[in-house]
């Protein structure tokens, strides 16, 4: 269970080698209360280099499960195996890739597979997930959607499409879960410098993973459902909502 502090005792991640979610690990292990981590993720060395950063943690239990985001069919096994182990106390979606937007822009086929990455299979493990914690009784789903979800921008728009698809049904699941000891965390950071952003000019408002994963965890005990990193991006973003088309496309954002 989860305690007002944000401490759980059962991790699952979908996206093990992700940094965010490493760092998202790393600081519920702070407690000392972390049992539990099941890490899903494709094979590999990355894999293999994650479990042992959470070895170092000095937690218990890692454990290791094989998930490819484009395996539709393969997702509710996922979690299964996950919950099937013993309760899942937050489960992290924590998958996904950020292309460049030009090549899948001259490739329709690679734009289906980011939208198949970050966002079909965000649909089949979040109902898989919603259904196992709503059996159990308790627990938090937290969705990595994005700032720039609440209105994607050219320069991104394959990516911006498949967050936003995503921050909605998790934000309207969510509501479905009131009441039942379930909840959903949509989290919405800007820019952070990971793997992923690596290569790209990190704007004013960027954070590193350590923040995200701040957030989450000051966010977890709270009952929240939607949390921005840095909080200060719900201000920006609320301004480009309302911005004019006609200005909001020639924004060099
Ligand atoms: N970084 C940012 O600026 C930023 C901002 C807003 C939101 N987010 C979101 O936060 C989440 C985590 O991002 P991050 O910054 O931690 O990125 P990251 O360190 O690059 O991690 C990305 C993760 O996605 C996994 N992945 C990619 N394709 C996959 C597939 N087909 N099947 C299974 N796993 C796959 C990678 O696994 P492999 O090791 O197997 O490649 C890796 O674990 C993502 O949803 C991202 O969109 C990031």
Known sequence: MIDACGAAQSVLVLGATS?????TVARLAEGGRLERVVLAGRPGRG???AAGRVTALRVPAVELV??????????????????DGGDIDVALLA???????DSVRA??????????????????????????????????IVVLSSAGAVRPRGSTAVYGATKAGVDALATALGDTLAGSGVSILVVRPGFVRTRMTAGRRPPPLAVGP???????VANLGRGS????VPASM????AALAVTPRSIFRRLPI
């Open 19 to 23: 940094e965010i979610a490493g760092a």
């Open 47 to 49: 894999r293999v280099a």
């Open 66 to 83: 094989d998930f490819d985001a484009r395996d539709r069919v393969g997702h509710e096994g996922v979690i299964d195996v996950a919950f």
């Open 95 to 101: 998958w996904g890739v950020l292309p460049e937007e």
């Open 107 to 140: 490739a329709p086929l690679a734009a289906a597979e980011v939208v198949d990455v970050n966002c079909t299979a965000v649909v089949t493990t979040l109902l898989a997930a919603t259904r196992r914690m709503r059996a159990q009784g308790h627990g938090v």
């Open 210 to 216: 350590e923040d995200v994963a701040a957030a989450i």
């Open 225 to 228: 459902r939607t949390v921005w």
């Open 234 to 237: 719900r201000y920006a973003m």
